[in-house]
């Protein structure tokens, strides 16, 4: 006769960051992930920790401490995390570290649902994860170096306000209303020069989007191909004394 060993206790950990989040991070959303998955892998879930519009960038969120408190005096029999995903937990590199030294001591497991992230996966140790289309892959060698306590490791993408991209291949015309920022704009001694940008054609520029227009402290990277990085500069509106819309060619990528 096989012996019933009973389900797994397991904790699960909620956070929700802002009504702007979309659906899929929604509260309901994620308890209800969490709970399907404990159903069909043979889980009961123990506790439920949520924290509501807290940022996933520190660790000082209540019930996150509370949870972690618990597990470390024995107040819950659990010794596995239920995450809907790994950034439910934390968005940057130093805290996920932090964690993944915590749960190697412990002998805590920490399943991620939808990244497909499971620390007692022989081949995923938890350290840090990022997802990048359906693959999910350690990127924790491209931490590089320590920092200070007060920063943090983050993608750049993370933390810009509008998507990083190349501008497009411009059709050039004689005169018009909105210019063209080239590589050479970026000039080699430092510094902007928009007398080398040359016009847009008045029929192309239905193309440009407004927020593919350059604005005061971008950053001008220079690039070429699939990676290749030149010159770098900042671009201000004093660098512009007459105003002109402008907008980035094809081999010049904006930061904003």
Not at 144 to 168: H, Y
Request: aromatic share 8%; glycine share 6%; proline share 4%.
């Amino acid at each position: 006769m096989m012996e019933n060993k009973g389900k797994i206790p397991v904790e699960v950990y909620v956070r929700y960051s802002s009504h702007a989040q979309d659906d899929g991070n929604s509260v309901a959303a994620q308890t209800s992930c969490a709970a399907e998955y404990a159903e069909s892998h043979n889980m009961e879930v123990e506790h439920w920790y949520i924290d509501m519009a807290k940022t996933g960038r520190n660790t000082k969120r209540p019930e996150y401490q509370r949870m972690k408190q618990d597990i470390e005096n024995g107040n819950v029999k659990g010794k596995t995390i239920l995450v809907r995903a790994i950034d439910r937990l934390h968005r940057n590199a130093k805290n996920q570290l932090v964690d993944a030294e915590w749960c190697r001591k412990l002998g805590v497991r920490i399943i991620g649902i939808t990244d497909g992230i499971d620390t007692d996966a022989p081949n995923l140790p938890y350290a840090y994860c990022e997802q990048i289309g359906k693959e999910v892959r350690d990127i924790s060698d491209e931490i590089p170096f320590e920092i200070p306590e007060s920063w943090e490791w983050c993608r750049l993408s993370d933390i810009t306000i509008k998507e990083i991209k190349r501008g497009k291949s411009p059709v050039y015309a004689d005169s018009g209303s909105v210019l063209v920022f080239a590589q050479k704009c970026n000039v080699k001694t430092g510094g902007i020069n928009i007398t080398l940008a040359k016009y847009l054609a008045d029929s192309a520029i239905n193309k440009y989007p407004q927020e593919e227009y350059m604005q005061n402290s971008d950053i001008i990277v220079n690039s070429t191909g699939t990676g290749t990085l030149g010159r770098i500069g900042v671009y201000s509106d004093k660098d512009n004394p007459d105003n002109m819309p402008l907008v980035p060619d094809s081999h010049v990528t904006i930061v904003t």
